[in-house]
Every structure is written in C-alpha cells, then in structure tokens.
Nanobody, 122 residues
Framework: QVQLVESGGGLVQAGGSLRLSCAAPGRTFSTYTMAWFRQAPGKEREFLAAITWRGADTRYADSVKGRFAISRDNAKNSLYLQMNSLKPEDTAVYYC???????????????WGQGTQVTVSS
C-alpha cells in the first residue's frame, strides 16, 4: 500500500506560478512511476505529466507542455509539479498517482492521493 498526500494548491492569479508536492512515505516510493492528473468540475480526470522511477523519462500532456515540469526526489520520497504561466482553465483538483511499470497516460494507476485544489483567477 502506498499513501500519497498532495499539498501546495491554492488561489493564484492568471500568469502566476504554483508548486505542488506529493509526499509518499515509505521505502518503496523510488520504485514507482509517478504522475499528476487533474479533474475540473463536470470533466473527466486528465493526465498531465508522468516520470519514471529514476526520473530518466518524463511525459507531458500537450495542454501543459512547456508550462509545467514534473520532478521527483527519491531521497525525500516526494514528487513535484512546478506550474508556470497558469491560466483560468488550469483550475481543477490536482492528484498525484503511482503505479509499477512504465508510464501510462490513462488513469490506470494503482494508488491515488486525495487531491489539492488549484484555482486560477482571471
């Protein structure tokens, strides 16, 4: 079992930045592929970015490529999402997720956090 806890969400003006964190206590964090998703009201959960266990490979959705950056620190059992040039359409609940094996851009991840709200005002 992997427990994931997101933090760092909040209210920001358009054009601003936020850095989300996902804490994953436990010795097995470094063995998981990690990802960020988001879900806006009335919409399906959307893949944003993923990173392999050593950070050697990353993948991004077109909607955030060039604005968001995923990273991880296995020594701290933590995953991050740096979000720049935020837009009102980025408003959503943001989730981190974990899985074994290669990156997936679907929601087929084994473990999920509870989510953190990001609101971007215009």
């Amino acid at each position: 079992q992997v427990q994931l806890v997101e933090s760092g969400g909040g209210l920001v003006q358009a054009g601003g930045s936020l850095r989300l964190s996902c804490a994953a206590p436990g010795r097995t964090f470094s063995t998981y592929t990690m990802a960020w998703f988001r879900q806006a009201p009335g919409k399906e959960r959307e893949f944003l970015a993923a990173i392999t266990w050593r950070g050697a490979d990353t993948r991004y959705a077109d909607s955030v490529k060039g604005r968001f950056a995923i990273s991880r620190d296995n020594a701290k059992n933590s995953l991050y999402l740096q979000m720049n040039s935020l837009k009102p359409e980025d408003t959503a609940v943001y989730y981190c997720a974990a899985k074994t094996g290669p990156i997936s851009v679907t929601t087929r991840y084994d473990y999920w956090g509870q989510g953190t709200q990001v609101t971007v005002s215009s």
